[in-house]
T-cell receptor, first 113, second 115 residues
Framework: NAGVTQTPKFRVLKTGQSMTLLCAQD?????MYWYRQDPGMGLRLIHY???????AKGEVPDGYNVSRLKKQNFLLGLESAAPSQTSVYFC????????????FGDGTRLSIL | AQTVTQSQPEMSVQEAETVTLSCTYD???????LFWYKQPPSRQMILVIR??????QNATENRFSVNFQKAAKSFSLKISDSQLGDAAMYFC????????????FGTGTRLQVTL
């Protein structure tokens, strides 16, 4: 069972470059989330989606965009990467709200030089 | 805004002993959920235990149990019979029903397990 798959696992970018992180889930989950994890901090929510075609801002959305064109995929885009976006990015999904546990991908380590 | 506080950056426990990790949270909501996630060096986020705020009974999962004190807004994790494989970062997290179950995390406690 694949669960939540994140692509790529590692990436190094130069300041100003753009890229897209892909998250795919095969559990037919409605809800999907993007978090970032920085040293000494817990995970912080960037954007989330409550269903296909919907997106909403989380706690730290600036500099990121997202799309949920298909139920199983949730894309996170960096239009113009900045060193402050160096982080580990996690995607998660859950079946519904109501406190359903979130299932996480293995993370993407992104370095911006 | 909801906040989650883990005041112990690091903890250490001997193998086979018991350790308790602390977590407090702040909320004005009445319906919410609390979680403990484990993050080993592999970086995976693994759900350890889940507590529903409207349930007074403390959740347990094998060697893991919680002490949920709703009035005090406290949610501690007890690990019994600690094993080397328990060494990891542990994150306390909070979610409300009304906010699409978005998780708010604490800063984590790094648990070391010694022989």
């Amino acid at each position: 069972n694949a669960g939540v798959t994140q692509t790529p696992k590692f990436r190094v970018l130069k300041t100003g470059q753009s890229m897209t992180l892909l998250c795919a889930q095969d559990m037919n989950h409605e809800y999907m989330y993007w978090y970032r994890q920085d040293p000494g901090m817990g995970l912080r929510l960037i954007h989330y989606s409550v269903g296909e075609g919907t997106t909403a801002k989380g706690e730290v959305p600036d500099g990121y965009n997202v799309s949920r064109l298909k139920k199983q995929n949730f894309l996170l885009g960096l239009e113009s990467a900045a060193p402050s976006q160096t982080s580990v990015y996690f995607c998660a999904s859950s079946y519904s709200a109501g406190g359903q546990p979130q299932h996480f991908g293995d993370g993407t380590r992104l370095s911006i030089l | 805004a909801q906040t989650v506080t883990q005041s112990q950056p690091e903890m250490s426990v001997q193998e086979a002993e018991t350790v308790t990790l602390s977590c407090t949270y702040d909320t004005s909501e009445s319906d919410y959920y609390l979680f403990w996630y484990k993050q080993p060096p592999s970086r995976q986020m693994i759900l350890v235990i889940r507590q529903e705020a409207y349930k007074q009974q403390n959740a347990t999962e094998n060697r893991f149990s919680v002490n949920f004190q709703k009035a005090a807004k406290s949610f501690s994790l007890k690990i019994s019979d600690s094993q080397l494989g328990d060494a990891a970062m542990y994150f306390c997290a909070y979610a409300t029903v009304s906010t699409a179950s978005k998780l708010t995390f604490g800063t984590g406690t790094r648990l070391q397990v010694t022989l």
